[in-house]
């Protein structure tokens, strides 16, 4: 909800490729429905995160110069809170919130950035860039490191920043004070696979990387004591009756609010994977996969309360809303909004 308790949606593009910029959405409290309430113009804002305490949406710049944006929310729109701040990195694809700290990932220049917030919440140049060193056995995609997300874990005591570059997971710690970023543990996955986003289960001991360059989640245990993360297995999100013909890209994952099931995007195929929890959190099973009601799903959003599923489809340029069954996790097309070359939604 924005701060007039209205529930919104906000739903990042690529200007670039004929966006509008970010597109405010009221959010029909019993159905789920989006309705466009207002475009604020940003370049290329592919992904968004959102401060509800503060009332700041922020935003990437993907540019080659690479910057943040943010918006102070109103009911019906946002508000400019001063000019994009650079990164220190090119080609933002991620960012997220740990304290008084903006972290964004960097995929075309490979690094993390850390930018300290003013109290009314807007961002300053990075206090502290870290820059990955490695690279992948795919040429044309892991030539060298590329940072894909940058997220804390649910302790907030450590930032896990994911490359599909590099194939691993580093681990890092973040100095309060000065913002400077210190690897401590870096998790290898199978090499080729191209990890891309990771969602935590919300019991905050199981974390589920989601790989690009291969569809499959691995499932890995988290343990926030030691700050190390252990891959215990993995998993298709692609079924096996898709045309060979068409690769599948994953996106997104993203797990339920109660903990049963994990959902990720799968560009190329154009679905929606439903993974259950039901064995234990540690071992998800593919159960499902659906259309995501357009092309090429690159983000995906769950409501708190774990009824409703977004997909941004970028290609269709529409947001999709899908009721999730109770009973199997199952997704189900429910309506949509027209929102051209959308990347991104977030609730709030």
């Known amino acids: 909800m924005d701060r007039s308790g209205e529930p919104r949606a906000y739903i ?14 009221a959010v029909d409290p019993k159905t789920g429905a989006l309705t466009a309430l207002s475009v604020t ?37 946002l508000a400019p809170l001063g000019a994009a701040v650079r990164v220190g990195g090119s080609g933002p694809t991620h960012l997220s919130l740990t304290g008084r700290r903006l972290l964004t990932a960097n995929y075309t220049s490979g690094s993390v ?21 490695g690279s992948g056995p795919d040429a044309d995609r892991q030539e060298g490191p590329h940072a894909h997300q940058v997220l804390p874990d649910p302790t907030g005591r450590w930032v896990l920043s994911v490359d599909l570059g590099t194939d691993s997971v580093r681990v890092c710690a973040l100095d309060p004070a000065t913002g400077e970023l210190r690897v401590h543990t870096e998790t290898a996955m199978r090499a080729g696979t191209g990890p891309r986003h990771l969602a935590f289960h919300p019991e905050g001991e199981v974390a589920y990387v989601l790989h690009e360059l291969e569809p499959q989640v691995t499932a890995c245990r988290w343990n926030a004591a030691s700050g190390r993360l252990e891959p215990v297995g993995e998993v298709p999100v692609a079924s096996g009756g898709a045309s060979a013909a068409v690769r599948a890209y994953p996106s997104a994952v993203v797990a339920s609010p109660d903990g049963r099931f994990v959902w990720a995007a799968v560009r190329g195929a154009d679905t929606i994977a439903t993974l259950s929890l039901a064995d234990e959190p540690g071992r998800p099973r593919l159960t499902a996969a659906v259309g995501c009601g357009g092309d090429w799903p690159r983000d995906l959003a769950v409501d708190p309360s774990g009824t409703r599923l977004y997909a941004a489809n970028e290609r269709s340029g529409d947001v999709t809303w899908f009721d999730v069954d109770p009973l199997t996790g199952q997704p189900h097309r429910a309506g949509s909004l027209a929102v051209p070359a959308a990347s991104c939604v977030v609730l709030g």
């Open 41 to 77: 113009a940003a370049e290329d804002p592919s992904y968004l995160a959102l401060a509800p305490s503060a009332g700041v949406l922020y935003a990437v710049n993907e540019t080659e110069r690479g910057a943040v944006s943010a918006f102070r929310t109103t009911g019906a729109g």
């Open 113 to 133: 950035s850390s930018l300290p917030l003013a109290a009314d919440g807007a961002p300053a140049g990075p206090s502290h860039v870290l820059s990955h060193q």
């Open 12 to 25: 990042g593009s690529f200007t670039s490729a004929g966006g509008r910029g970010i597109t405010t959405a």
